[in-house]
């Protein structure tokens, strides 16, 4: 089974909202990474967040990390319709040697 | 630099031939790792590479399934007998040490077994 799991599976919004996607995961973690793909191709990493960290900015880009559930948001600001893209999390867990464990991913449309 | 590269980018074969997909990291990454993409999923991890050390195969579906890396750098995964089943986007990552570093990926090959 997945260690991550993204919600929601699909957000369509408007351009120039904001779009928020939660992810939640089993097991202790070393980290968390979101990474971005468009057209089913190859994934480009966003953003990585440490266990002891909460929050963290990168442009437009807000990740929170909540270890006491498991869980991590991450928030696009002001969404251009070029944010159109699947947005995956993956984790790093401690006890999984040196595999990174995705989550389905979050189709984001964002219309113009 | 160049980033990870992969090919074929598109590669289409009959049930039960054997194919190879070819991944060129990204210089002086140490760790590289296949994944498999079945259409509107997430990643499924294959195996991973780190310098020298035995591979993590702990991914693999089944027997059919191997991957080698010559020389700590290019690395290719084979499929024998390919089963319709065995259709997905094959993707390749590298990083400059383990995955507690932020993965490169490559394009992905598109795999089809007709």
């Known amino acids: 089974s997945q260690q991550g799991e993204e919600d929601p599976q699909a957000l369509s919004i408007q351009e120039g909202e904001n779009a928020t996607m939660n992810c939640s995961y089993k097991?202790?973690?070393?980290?968390l990474q979101w990474y971005r793909q468009n057209s089913g191709r190859g994934l480009v990493h966003l953003i990585l967040?440490?266990?002891?960290?909460r929050e963290k900015h990168s442009g437009r880009l807000r990740v929170t990390l909540d270890t006491s559930k498991k869980s991590s948001s991450l928030l696009i600001t002001a969404s251009r319709a070029a944010d159109t893209a699947s947005y995956f999390c993956?984790?790093?867990?401690?006890?999984?040697?040196?595999?990174?464990?995705f989550g389905g991913g979050t189709r984001l449309m964002v219309k113009p | 630099g160049a980033g990870v590269s992969q090919s074929p980018s598109n590669k289409v074969t009959e049930k039960g031939k054997d194919v190879e997909l070819r991944c060129d990291p990204i210089?002086?990454?140490?760790?590289l790792y296949w994944y498999r993409q079945s259409l509107g999923q997430g990643l499924e991890f294959l195996i991973y590479?780190?310098?020298?050390?035995?591979?993590?195969k702990s991914g693999l579906p089944s027997d059919r399934f191997s991957a080698e890396r010559t020389g700590g750098s290019v690395s290719t995964l084979t499929i024998q007998r390919t089963q319709q089943e065995d259709s997905a986007v094959y993707l390749c990552?590298?990083?400059?040490?383990?995955?507690?570093?932020?993965?490169?990926f490559g394009p992905g090959t598109r795999l089809t077994v007709t």
């Open positions: 210089s002086g990454h140490t760790a």
């Open positions: 097991t202790s973690i070393n980290n």
């Open positions: 590479f780190q310098g020298n050390s035995a591979p993590d």
């Open positions: 990552a590298s990083s400059h040490r383990t995955a507690s570093y932020e993965q490169y």
């Open positions: 993956a984790t790093d867990a401690n006890n999984a040697g040196n595999m990174l464990t």
């Open positions: 967040i440490r266990s002891n960290e």
